[in-house]
């Protein structure tokens, strides 16, 4: 499962400690202005070491486009591109190769794979560097969606439970101090994407755009527009109301109107996040997730050896204290990828 998408179709490859991650993107519409520029502002949100919020683990997360660009533009053909990994400090994960680190996949891809074919180093595959991947394939899907006119942006809504902007930064830091991690609520908002795109029952565009996001390492929790608050108003507060600008005169069949920016129908409210019945009703949308403290923290705690003996483990070396700030971008890359996929299967696309 390194294959995401089914229009536009990326495959990722690459562990956090190897020679370099990168994605092959398949289905790109030929003549896309891009370049390595285009991508760089991307890799510069997730990259680690540039604030005592993050890793130490001080990565440049230069890309290198390798295939399907030709003057500037893409060409139609796989466009493949890595990043180098050039700041791995391996000697760090050696002594915790045959410990289990609770809260990482260490001891379910022993499962899955058998302890001695795991890549320990960094976490392997396991390891958020892997969302680099995704970032190289999301750029140039939010660039495509942006000649569109859908755009992306995100924020974090809560740290530990801390709603206040100001204080996130100090509960990070506390937590850091006494060798803990915290977790977090993070939101992206899609804006600019007309009515009636995805598809009812199984490929709803909520439950891809859910399975996109809970797909990135350390989501855990995923709601469209009001989510599980939805669960506890009444249906008259939730329902998102409609009126219309139209002439009582005139009148226009809803499937030109709906699917225009210019639409005279609007809704009242947003309590759905811009999505009814699996299709784009012209709102934005709106995705919220929530992402567990990170499983790597320096405070001594109870596990098993791969031998399944008892053992204490404490994770030294660079590790996030809290993920929320780097997902962001990683979040809105998944989205970007996930309406792209969507909006070039939909027939009213021009694409
Ligand atoms: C951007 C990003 C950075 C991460 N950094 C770390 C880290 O420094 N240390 C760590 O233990 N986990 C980190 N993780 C989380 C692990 O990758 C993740 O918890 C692990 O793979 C287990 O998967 P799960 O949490 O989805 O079950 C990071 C995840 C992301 C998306």
């Known amino acids: 499962m390194n294959t995401f998408g089914r229009f536009y179709r990326c495959t990722t490859f690459g562990e956090s400690h190897g020679k370099a991650l990168g994605v092959v993107i398949d289905g790109a519409p030929s003549g896309i202005p891009f370049c390595e520029d285009d991508i760089i502002p991307f890799l510069q949100r997730r990259r680690p ?10 990565e440049e997360d230069m890309p290198e486009i390798l295939s399907g660009v030709f003057n500037g533009k893409t060409t139609g053909t796989p466009i493949a591109i890595i990043v180098r990994n050039t700041s791995q400090n391996s000697a760090d994960y050696e002594p915790l190769k045959d410990l289990c680190r609770p809260g990482h996949a260490d001891y379910t891809y022993d499962a899955r794979y058998g302890h001695e074919n795991r890549d320990w180093r960094g976490g392997g595959r396991s390891s958020g560097r892997e969302t680099v991947a995704r970032v190289l394939g999301g750029s140039l899907a939010a660039k495509i969606l942006a000649e569109h006119g859908v755009t992306f942006e995100s924020r974090i809504v809560s740290i530990h439970g801390e709603t206040a902007p100001e ?15 915290v977790g977090g609520v993070a939101e992206v908002r899609v804006r600019g994407l007309p009515a009636g795109i995805g598809n009812p029952v199984f490929g709803k565009l909520d439950a891809l755009l859910a399975a996109a996001v809970m797909s990135i390492g350390a989501v855990k929790g995923v709601e469209i527009g009001d989510g599980f608050a939805a669960a506890d108003v009444f ?3 939730n329902n998102d109301c ?7 005169d005139s009148s226009s069949p809803i499937s030109t109107i709906s699917s ?8 009242l409210s947003n309590h759905a996040g811009g999505i009814l019945g699996g299709i784009s009703n012209g709102n934005d949308i709106v995705i919220r997730f929530a ?5 790597s923290i320096s405070k001594a705690q109870e596990t098993v050896d791969t031998d399944g003996k008892n053992a204490d483990i404490s994770v030294k070396g660079r590790h996030d204290p809290c993920i929320v700030p780097r997902i962001l971008v990683v979040a809105e890359c ?5 309406i792209l996929d969507s909006l070039m299967e939909s027939s009213s696309a021009k694409f």
């Open 235 to 237: 249906g008259s507060e």
């Open 334 to 338: 998944m989205t970007a990828m996930t």
């Open 49 to 58: 070491g540039l604030s005592p919020l993050s890793t130490p683990r001080k």
């Open 291 to 295: 992402v567990k403290p990170t499983p």
């Open 242 to 248: 409609m009126r219309s600008d139209m002439r009582s």
């Open 167 to 181: 204080k996130f930064e100090s509960v990070i830091l506390a937590a850091k101090e006494n060798g803990d991690s």
């Open 260 to 267: 225009d920016s210019s639409s005279p129908v609007k809704f």
